[in-house]
């Protein structure tokens, strides 16, 4: 986890433990609860039994609500002792009163439920048959386990089925919902009822199905038609906070079940920034009104600006926007979410640092507003002198010291609260100049606009945009969508024309066009609009991209999940690849048994790291070759995942961890990939069990299955396994030992040559060193006696392939033409075959380049020509990469863009094979 400082430390009260009216009056009631008070106020609350103090009233002839009362007071003086004294911390105070809440809940639970069932029987599930219990969710702070010491309790009470009980004689029988409502009816009174000593928590009930007017206790089946039916995105934000403090752990975990997709969508739902900026106002504006009608109630440190709940607000926007896609923001607690933002770079740490000590603050001020009369109050007390002594309990010598410490704080909550919820709608357009929307139904008009903004080509320009906009996919959309759309169009085309020109190339309309595409691919998504509303720089740097390039556009409307990158600053480097490893381990993991899940997991790991590496490559940060390696060791990654967790999958296994690698032939081999290389692969293992062979083909299959099967969210690559022995006939996976013996007895010379590009992957370590040793013994081989041989077989090979793909244009294909690429990778494959026995350090897979000038310096071939070569290798590199970035299939260009470098290889290949 990212290293967060700790909050501020608390600071010792310049008042005594007396100055909280509640706890004098404790004390005076009867004098020997201050020895009580002084000995418990000597260890950490952390460490408090409950039980052993609840028994202690027991003892004393007291029932169950009157010693669970005094427990609570004795409670909440510690706690006021302890944190005026200075020797409990924000995270004691609040862990502790959770901790009570808990207990107090589950106790009254277990004594009530038995009182119920001598008098009506077990209630009993209608399908199950089983015996039913009842989930009391906590709610708000303490469903977080950051309850405050004077908070009334949100509960909700939920059991599974319905049904009846299991009344014998001299039983009513009830219904399970007429018991469970009856329980919690109950459990309500045992806890807010005010007696002789006091209360243990006011409880409200408000946040359940259909509120007050809803039945106290639901099933499942009706929590669940609520929450589908009728759940509201307030309703999201509350349920985050949900814990089951009562309940069977199937039971528990059955009603995650339903509740969990309600909250956390499976993508990412910035949505929900407009609905809680919406709540947040409703809030705001009653706070006001509250303020107007009472003016000493000023300073609300929980709902005022910059207040408690800002803070709250700014972490839950990011776990209901992510959460779905990233279990670990399910967390329920606000100080531990807010660590996670900066662990996930979602906030810098700086931020996060400011916000914790902001809240440690506010809620510390917060607890001593309460302290006085222990009452749920939030604001600063209407008396002059109470405020002196809540600023002392601060550590304040006075009220104006408090309030400019309270205002800076306040301040800079409201600033971050701002950068994320302020509205970002496109702000009311000129009068005087008509709405894009005015103008489609005139094409001159319409072109005569864009021609103003700078727009080349405003005639193709304008009849795309009237094509799209008025197109059915586009005018049936909900008339708030279509508004929205209209509005980022309208900011798009300014954006577009200084892009153009900004960047120096492109077309207007090309880039308007695939913009286009883009807007009717999310459409239907509102939240991928309300991302490019929110976050307006994200538009301008898609409209930069796309322009610069037609594949990055196209993978971009493949898979818009990917606008999330283009956020912030987040893809300026790419990810480390052990922390990336690991991250997705955990993901995978705790997906377990759904697979459909784990795909999607791989493919938006895979797309989100390709694409911070496209964001790269396209302002020019990554040379061909660093890409080529990121893009490898990327897939490198997803390969070792695969095999994990695919292996996890298979039945009948015989071992955790597979006797199983993948070998890495072609670009991966050589770390040359591409954005869209296929994989060439083969598999071996090395494991004597009986049932491996059948285990392993099957691992190899689900292997395939995994990186090729389409999802929602894609593929991964395309796999070619045609270089495993004996080819097409062969057997899908083979054993070390079979490996090596083909390669010694069987393997033709192109097997040989393709194994100069070649190496272990992922997998078994020890099985990738014995090919290691395999392919230095092969390439190593003495073919002086046969380099006629040799020789013969690469022509010939290099001849199919040039006869399989004829080239009939004017224009040089980088790859297949005469003087091409293969024709660069033949001559190092030969070479290396040729001359490895005298020469060993030509086995190191150092790439083509790397090897030419190796061969170079070793007198193989001339020095000087070794690096023309080099060099237009490196260039074809480059201008096959370019060619496909702009969406071409067949990496072909004109000759003269080449300039000498097909002859300097033409030059070498005969050097090295004659004519």
Not at 246 to 254: L, R, S
Not at 327 to 354: F, I, M, Q, Y
Not at 680 to 699: K, N, S, W
């Amino acid at each position: 986890m990212t290293e967060v400082s700790a909050a501020p430390q608390p600071v010792p009260s310049t008042v005594p433990v007396t100055a909280s009216r509640f706890v004098a009056r404790w004390l005076g009631a009867a004098p020997e609860r201050a020895e009580q008070l002084a000995s418990l106020s000597t260890v950490s609350l952390a460490d408090a039994d409950f039980r052993a103090l609840l028994e202690g009233e027991l003892a004393k002839g007291l029932p169950l609500e009157r010693a669970m009362r005094r427990v609570r007071n004795l409670l909440i003086s510690t706690i006021v002792a302890r944190d005026l004294g200075g020797q409990a911390d924000l995270d004691e105070v609040v862990t502790a009163m959770t901790a009570f809440a808990d207990f107090a809940i589950q106790t009254h639970v277990a004594s009530l439920m038995a009182e119920l069932v001598a008098a009506h029987g077990m209630p009993v599930g209608e399908d199950s048959g089983r015996p039913q219990h009842l989930i009391v969710l906590a709610m708000g702070k303490q469903g977080g386990g950051e309850l405050n010491v004077s908070s009334d309790i949100d509960l909700i009470f939920v059991y599974p089925e319905d049904g009846d009980t299991a009344a014998e004689a001299g039983q009513r029988q009830l219904s399970n919902h007429e018991f469970f409502i009856r329980l919690g009816r109950r459990l309500s009174a045992a806890l807010s009822e005010v007696i002789e000593d006091g209360f243990v928590f006011r409880v409200d009930m408000a946040l359940r199905p259909n509120g007050k007017s809803g039945p106290l206790a639901a099933s499942f089946g009706m929590v669940e038609e609520y929450l589908i039916v009728q759940g509201r995105e307030w309703e999201r934000y509350a349920w985050v906070k949900a814990r089951a403090v009562t309940g069977e752990p199937d039971d528990i975990a059955a009603l995650d079940a339903i509740v969990q997709p309600f909250i956390f969508r499976r993508y990412l739902d910035f949505g929900v920034i407009d609905a809680i900026r919406t709540m947040h106002a409703q809030i705001r504006a009653e706070v006001k009104r509250q303020e107007r009608l009472h003016p000493e109630r000023s300073h609300n440190v929980k709902l005022g600006r910059g207040g408690i709940r800002e803070i709250e607000f700014l972490a839950q926007v990011f776990q209901l926007i992510r959460g779905g896609r990233d279990p670990a923001l399910r967390e329920r607690s606000t100080r531990k979410t807010l660590l996670l933002l900066a662990e996930r770079e979602l906030l810098t740490v700086d931020t996060v640092e400011r916000l914790l000590a902001a809240y440690t603050f506010l809620r510390n001020l917060e607890h001593r507003l309460q302290y006085l009369e222990d009452a749920q109050t939030h604001t600063l007390p209407a008396s002059d002198d109470d405020r002196l002594t809540v600023a002392r309990m601060m550590g304040c010598p006075d009220e104006a010291t408090l309030l400019a410490r309270l205002e800076e704080q306040r301040t800079y909550v409201a600033q971050q609260f701002d950068a994320i919820f302020a509205d970002k709608e496109a702000p009311e357009p000129d009068p005087d100049t008509p709405a894009l929307v005015d103008d489609l139904d005139n094409l001159d008009a319409l072109t005569e606009r864009l021609a103003g903004l700078g727009f080349n080509d405003t005639r193709a320009a304008a009849g795309r945009l009237t094509t799209t906009l008025q197109g059915t996919r586009l005018t049936s959309l909900p008339d708030f969508s279509r508004v929205r759309l209209l509005a980022l169009v309208e900011a798009a085309l300014p954006l577009i024309a200084t892009v153009v020109k900004d960047a120096g190339m492109g077309s207007h309309a090309a880039t308007l066009g695939r913009l286009l595409d883009l807007f009717e691919a999310i459409a239907r998504r509102s939240a991928y609009l309300a991302l490019l509303t929110e976050y307006p720089h994200t538009l301008e740097r898609v409209i930069r991209m796309i322009n610069a390039s037609g594949w990055a556009a196209t993978f971009l409307t493949q898979h818009p999940i990917l606008l999330d990158e283009l956020l912030d600053d987040r893809n300026a480097g790419a990810e480390a690849l052990p922390q990336l490893a690991a991250s997705l381990d955990a993901q995978l993991t705790d997906a377990a048994g759904d697979t459909e899940r784990q795909l999607d997991i791989l493919r938006e790991t895979h797309h989100a790291q390709l694409f911070r590496l496209l964001a790269l490559d396209l302002a020019g940060e990554l040379s061909v070759e660093h890409l080529a390696d990121h893009l490898s060791a990327l897939a490198d990654t997803i390969v070792g995942a695969v095999v994990t967790h695919a292996w996890r999958a298979v039945n009948g296994r015989h071992r955790e961890v597979p006797r199983f690698a993948v070998i890495a032939y072609g670009k991966l081999g050589g770390k040359e990939l591409g954005y869209v290389s296929d994989l060439d692969v083969i598999f071996l293992y090395e494991d004597d069990d009986g049932d491996a062979p059948p285990l392993y083909a099957r691992l190899a299959q689900r292997f395939i299955t995994w990186m090729t099967a389409p999802t929602p969210a894609g593929i991964l690559f395309d796999i070619d396994i045609a270089l495993r022995p004996d080819g097409a006939s062969g057997m899908l996976v083979s054993s070390i030992a079979a490996f090596e013996r083909y390669q010694g007895e069987a393997a033709w010379i192109w097997e040989h040559q393709a194994l100069t590009r070649a190496r272990f992957c992922a997998g078994d370590a020890a099985i990738g060193a014995r090919f290691e040793a395999i392919r230095e013994q092969v390439l190593r081989k003495d073919r002086s006696g046969q380099a006629d041989v040799l020789k013969n077989e690469v022509m010939q090979m290099r001849a199919r392939m040039h006869g399989a793909n004829l080239n009939r244009s004017t224009q040089f294909d980088l790859k297949h033409d005469a003087g091409g690429m293969i024709d660069i990778e033949f001559i190092v494959q030969y070479l290396v075959l040729r001359h490895a026995h005298t020469y060993p350090q030509l086995t190191a897979n150092a790439g083509n380049i790397a090897l030419l000038h190796l061969c170079g310096e070793l007198g193989l071939i001339d020095a000087a020509l070794a690096s023309q070569v080099a060099a237009a290798y490196r260039a074809m590199r480059k201008l096959q990469h370019s060619v496909r970035l702009q969406s071409h299939d067949k990496t072909r260009v004109e000759r003269t863009q080449l300039g000498a470098h097909p002859d300097s290889v033409l030059r070498l290949w005969h050097a090295c094979f004659g004519d």
